[in-house]
C-alpha cells in the first residue's frame, strides 16, 4: 500500500493521508514529481512507456517521474523518481514549472547530467525502452502527435520559453 501526504491548492501540506486507488477528497491534492532530462551534450532523454500501461502504452514519454511517498518532499521525489526508472542521480534540479489538476499538484523538474548515456536503466513495470534525441529532433517530437499530449500541456510554459512551441 502506497500512502501520500494530502496538500491544499497551494502546495501546503493538509495534514491527511492519502491512499494510491483511494477517492482523493475534494479540494486535497496529491503530488507527483516530473523530471526532464537533458544530457550535457544538448540531446534529451525519452523513456518507453511499458505497453501494458494503462494510460498511453508504448509511447516515448519526455519525462521520469511519479507521486511523491508520505514524508517526501518536492526535490526528495524527483530525485527517487528519476533514480528509480533511468538509473540517473541527479546532483541539482531545477524546478520549471508547476502544473495543477483536479487532484494532483505537478512539479516539474530539468536535471541536466553527464551520465553515461548506454547506462540508463529500466524499471519493470513502467519502462522497456529508452533513447537519446537530438535538440532539433526534440522540438520535432514535442510538436507531434507522439509526445503524450497531457505531458505538452504541463511542460508548455517551459517548452515556450525555450521556443520549442509556439
Known sequence: ??????YWEDGSLANIDLVRGEPIPNGIYHMVCEILVRHTDGDYL???RDFRKSNFGGYYEATAGGSALKGEDKITCAKRELFEETGIEANSLEEI????SSDTIYYQFLCIT???????SLQEGET???RWIPEKEYIL???SSDMIPIQKVRYADFLKK???IH
Open 1 to 6: 500500500m502506497e500512502i501520500w501526504d494530502g
Open 46 to 48: 525519452l523513456m518507453q
Open 97 to 100: 514549472g508547476r502544473y495543477i
Open 114 to 120: 553527464d551520465c553515461d548515456k548506454t547506462g540508463v
Open 128 to 130: 522497456v525502452a529508452y
Open 141 to 143: 517530437f514535442v510538436n
Open 162 to 164: 525555450l521556443g520549442y
